[in-house]
């Protein structure tokens, strides 16, 4: 797929995923705690994890309409994560997307609610979905793999790891367990639900979760990069803030060189993974290109 017809793709996804969540939120006037929702997840931001949903539906021929909710839960965990993320007892970033984070607007106790609450939307969504589907055993597995993906054996357990690894001088092994679970977890629910949705069969369930789980690891890399060699205009963040907090991470066991060669590595092995699908992939393949070659 030719980079303008990936590009297209994205835009026209987004777009869909966009009015999704415009009609799923809550009204913004209703309180604060809705208002902050709004103001988080309309930032901005590429969706590409929601757009990975999709695409995983759609390899088996599911039009994105039918799972919009799937789609848009995913988009939410994403969003209550780094609402979270940049609280001052976080990684404490005053900015996100180019905008003030959510608690320099609105204050750390508004921010936690509407993160909280973003959270909880989700598995609504996921749940709303299984019964307008009559798909209640496939929202039950969909719930499932979102939390698990979301709490303490994945997201969040790799956010407490990230944090207890700050000035600490961690093994390759050590370091890429952390991106699996603070940023690879996300990933492979947001293919796992979209298959799981139509449902998928086990045996290529297992395929594209190892697909993710590589361009989980690759993307996860890139950010490291790109906080290292980015400015805070390009990443809509402060730059740099990685090697102040003296995090654990790819650049700094590695070296940038070394660790993109990593990231080209791990896109390859997804690459050649989604060749055991007997599936048209090429999507697939073309959006791991996007996230390994990407300079935001």
Request: with cysteine.
């Amino acid at each position: 797929m030719m980079n303008n017809s990936i590009d297209a793709y994205l835009d026209e996804k987004k777009e869909i995923i966009d009015q999704a969540l415009a009609r799923f939120l809550p009204d913004s006037e209703t309180s604060q705690v809705a208002s902050a929702m709004h103001y988080s997840v309309k930032a901005g931001g590429k969706r590409l994890r929601p757009i990975l949903t999709l695409t995983a539906a759609e390899i088996y021929g599911v039009k994105a309409d039918s799972i919009l909710e799937i789609a848009v839960a995913i988009e939410l965990v994403h969003s209550y994560s780094l609402i979270h993320d940049d609280l001052p007892a976080m990684d404490d970033s005053d900015l996100r997307r180019g905008r003030p984070a959510c608690h320099i607007v609105f204050g750390e106790a508004v921010a936690i609610l509407a993160g909280d609450a973003l959270l909880t939307l989700a598995f609504e969504l996921v749940a709303a979905f299984g019964l307008r589907e009559k798909k209640e055993k496939d929202a039950l597995k969909i719930c499932i793999s979102l939390a698990k993906a979301a709490g303490s054996e994945g997201l969040i357990g790799g956010q407490e790891l990230d944090l207890r690894a700050e000035g600490k001088n961690l093994s390759m092994e050590e370091i890429e367990i952390i991106a699996e679970l603070k940023t690879g977890a996300l990933f492979r629910a947001a293919l796992n639900c979209g298959a799981l949705a139509v449902p998928a069969p086990a045996n290529e369930l297992e395929i594209l979760d190892r697909y993710a789980l590589k361009i989980g690891k690759a993307f996860q890399i890139i950010d490291d990069l790109l906080d290292e060699e980015a400015t805070a205009t390009e990443l809509g963040k402060p730059s740099g803030a990685d090697r102040k907090s003296a995090k654990a991470t790819h650049t700094a066991l590695m070296g940038n060189a070394a660790a993109r060669g990593r990231a080209e590595s791990l896109y390859l092995e997804a690459v050649e993974k989604l060749r055991e699908l007997e599936k048209d992939t090429e999507v697939l393949a073309a959006l791991a290109a996007k996230l390994v070659y990407r300079k935001k």
